[in-house]
């Protein structure tokens, strides 16, 4: 498979869901169905917090099979798709299973806390508000591994990596948490990934935008019962938005040509 066929069948889906959900009415909230999650495994981690919060999670993005609309199922209301698209967890506070997983999503927050429950179903006291300097990182980071994900070759290193900069959102959002993997490497990139100078780590692929697409479990958002929020890469900038649009007849072609498969991807389960 050439690296060309690899950055399409990564980057196309990501920039499908981005693009649905900016072209829904103002505001209206687009809606999502996440048909099923699948993940790479091979990497864990444990999240520690404060009063003895220890969490063993799965470490690095997760792929979805995504459908546009609202139906309770694909066949009623589906309005286009399936597509994959990756994504990262911002949420610690709750969790969300591998398989078929039959949810719907939508846009109608932006990323401005944690997550955490804000109802009284749970002992957590409720949702941390984020700061301008942690949301750009989050974007930052969630952009890079896009890239990456779409473009890195099929290493350890771009494993490790990938797994690195879910772990460092993670921390990022959650100041005071930390997280371990016990790979050294792993780690190393989780420190560098989420510290001070995280901005001369992304390099190698060019300019890294900021812009996400912040996505929550319709309806429940805030509560005990809810699934895991999620950050994927935003709309590309107008200039890149337009060579993209020029190129998409060419790749169209190459991807029915060729079969989908799972290159990198990762969640917390």
């Known amino acids: 498979m050439s690296r060309f066929q690899t950055v399409l069948k990564a980057a196309i889906p990501a920039a499908a869901l981005a693009c649905s959900l900016a072209l829904a009415s103002p505001g209206q909230a687009a809606q999502v169905f996440l048909q099923s999650a699948s993940m790479n495994t091979s990497r864990t981690a444990h999240i520690y917090g404060p009063g003895g919060f220890n969490e063993y999670t799965y470490i690095a993005p997760i792929k979805f099979t995504t459908y546009d609309g609202t139906g309770a199922t694909p066949s009623t209301g589906a309005l286009g798709g399936p597509y994959d698209t990756l994504a990262f967890c911002v949420d610690i506070f709750h969790n969300i299973n591998l398989g078929t997983v039959n949810l719907k999503y939508d846009d109608a927050y932006d990323l401005t806390t944690n997550s955490k429950y804000q109802d009284n179903a749970h002992p957590f006291t409720g949702a941390t508000a984020l700061n301008l300097g942690q949301i750009a990182q989050v974007g930052s980071l969630v952009n890079y591994g896009t890239i990456l994900y779409a473009n890195g070759p099929s290493t350890a290193d771009t494993v490790n990596r990938l797994a690195g900069l879910q ?26 990934y989420s510290g001070a100078g995280y901005a001369s780590q992304l390099t190698g692929y060019g300019p890294v935008n ?10 429940k958002y805030g509560m005990n019962r809810a699934h895991q929020s999620f950050a994927i890469a935003g709309v590309p900038e107008p200039a890149t938005w337009s060579m993209m649009i020029m190129g998409f007849g060419m790749m169209g072609a190459l991807a029915r040509r060729s079969r989908t498969r799972l290159v990198l991807a990762a969640v917390r389960g």
Not at 167 to 176: E, F, K, L, R, Y
């Open 167 to 192: 772990g460092a959102i993670w921390q990022v959002v959650n100041p005071g948490y930390s997280v371990i993997s016990g790979n050294g490497a792993l780690d190393g990139y989780i420190a560098a």
């Open 210 to 219: 900021r812009s996400i697409t912040f996505i929550t479990e319709t309806g």
